[in-house]
Structures are given as structure tokens and as C-alpha cells.
């Protein structure tokens, strides 16, 4: 099927909107079509036009009360099924706050405060993965720990991008973990743990790819479940929440993370 896409804006939004719905129709394979940053009625228009020769359904997001006229007519009058995705949200939280919204596109990517965190976030997550800077880990929102290959850094970058500050550091067999981790009270630190089997799959692979010898104890199943077994005694030891990623998806284990962060905060 084709899919249009339209906005007014920088179309992050509508993207994950659409590759949400989609993904709820694993048989159907959509060829999209995206106008992002549209500002004038001749963009909607060659966009319905093109709709009209190709079939398929429009999905947009168009807060300009004159680009979204004009998708409304023009989808009407071609018979184009268009879809805006916000209208439903906006106007329900209207009548609930009892006043307008602005109608200012990409009004969600605002040099404000909340985009300034998140760089600062960012840069402090990069700065802080695999172990690096210790000296300053009290001021992480959240640390992560676990054995290699467990999804620290994806997952440190992920809730970077929400705005919190993740540092993330190795646990590996014989190496004692830095001593400022155990003098943190602020950050919440979160253990990673995962299955032998798809840990070794996925260090194999690893290996694989970088073109080393798999026959090491990096790969080998009994030293995995021990390794293993070591952090889980490491993390209960001390009172640290964990996470199984063996079947997470990176948003998954970050939503589950930012779970355990938010209802810590509450709780302080």
C-alpha cells in the first residue's frame, strides 16, 4: 500500500505514529511517501494529486489552520482518505484545559529547557559509557550495570535522548567494579542481566564480526553462567533493581528503567 505522510513540521512525530500502526499489520509492506516541513498549499495539493494516482491513505500533522483546510477540501473533493493524527489529542486536551492551542508547528522542538537537557544528557552518557569518567558518576540520573553485551550503551543513549543522564559500566570476571559506584546515593543503579543461550549468540556473533577466535571463555556456556550468576549475586548483594533484556526490545528495557526511575523520584 502507499502511505503519505504530510507535515508542517519535522515529521518525527507522524513517523512513529505511523510505523506504530503499521507495525500492527506485519503482512502489509507500505511504500510512504513524505512532505515534511510543508508550508504552502501547492505542497498539500501535489501531495493529494499524487495520492489520487497512486491510491492509498494520507496520514498528517498540520497545525497551520490553513495548510490543514486546504488537506480537508483537497482530500474531500479528490475522495483521498486522510487521517490527521493530533486532532483527536489537541482537541480533547482543549475542551479539558478550556482554552486554544497555539497551532505553532514543531512547537515540541523548541530550543527550551527540556531540549537543552537532553543534549546535556547526551553528553554526559557519552562521556560516562563502558566505565569511563567514575570520578564524577553522582551526578547520573541513572547507572547501569552488567557483563558484556547485555545492552548498556544502546540502552544509556536511548534514555539519554529522554533526557536522563546514564552512565554505564562493565561487570566483568576478576576486574573489581570503581569504588565511587559504592559511594553514590542519588543515582538509581540498575543491573542488566540476560540468558546464557542468547548470550552466547550474541558474543559469537560479535566475534564474528570483529574476525577473532570464538574458543574463549567469552563464548564458552559454562563461564557465561558463571559470569552470570557472579553479577545477579553482585546486584542482589546490593540492593540493585534488574532487568532481564533476553527478550527486550532497547525501548523496552528503557521503559522499564524509566519506570523504576520515575517511581524512585516519588518515593524521595
Known amino acids: 500500500m502507499h502511505l503519505y505522510l504530510i507535515s508542517d513540521a519535522t515529521g518525527e512525530t507522524l513517523s ?53 483546510e486546504a488537506m480537508d477540501s483537497g482530500a474531500l473533493s479528490r475522495h483521498v482518505p486522510a487521517i490527521n493524527v493530533l486532532d483527536p489529542v489537541i482537541q480533547n486536551l482543549a475542551a479539558y484545559l478550556g482554552m486554544p492551542a497555539r497551532a505553532m508547528p514543531g512547537r515540541q522542538h523548541a530550543l527550551d529547557a527540556e531540549y537543552f537537557r537532553r543534549i546535556e544528557a547526551m553528553n554526559f552518557t557519552l562521556a560516562h559509557d563502558d566505565g569511563q569518567s567514575t570520578q564524577d558518576l553522582y551526578e547520573a540520573d541513572v547507572i547501569l550495570l552488567g557483563v558484556s553485551r547485555t545492552s548498556k550503551t544502546p540502552t544509556s543513549v536511548y534514555l539519554a535522548n529522554r533526557g536522563i543522564k546514564t552512565a554505564n559500566i562493565p561487570v566483568v570476571p576478576g576486574c573489581p567494579l570503581p569504588p565511587e559506584l559504592f559511594e553514590v546515593t542519588s543515582p538509581l543503579v540498575v543491573g542488566l542481566t540476560t540468558s546464557s543461550d542468547r548470550l552466547v549468540q550474541v558474543r559469537r556473533h560479535r566475534l564474528l564480526l570483529l574476525g577473532q577466535n570464538a574458543a ?22 546490593h540492593g540493585w533493581p534488574v532487568i532481564d533484556v533476553s527478550r527486550r526490545s532497547i525501548e523496552e528495557t528503557s521503559a522499564a528503567i524509566l519506570n523504576l526511575y520515575y517511581d524512585r523520584l516519588n518515593l524521595m
Do not use: C, W
Open 16 to 68: 512513529s505514529v505511523a510505523k506504530a500502526a503499521m507495525s500492527q499489520f506485519p503482512d502489509v509492506a507500505a511504500l510512504l511517501h513524505v512532505s515534511f516541513m510543508v508550508r504552502t498549499r501547492a505542497q498539500i495539493e501535489r501531495s493529494l494529486d499524487m495520492a489520487v494516482s497512486t491510491g492509498g491513505i494520507i496520514l498528517y500533522t498540520l497545525v497551520n489552520a490553513d495548510l490543514r
Open 216 to 237: 574463549t571463555d567469552y563464548v564458552d556456556l559454562e563461564a557465561i553462567n558463571k559470569e552470570l550468576t557472579e553479577a545477579r549475586r553482585l546486584f542482589v548483594k
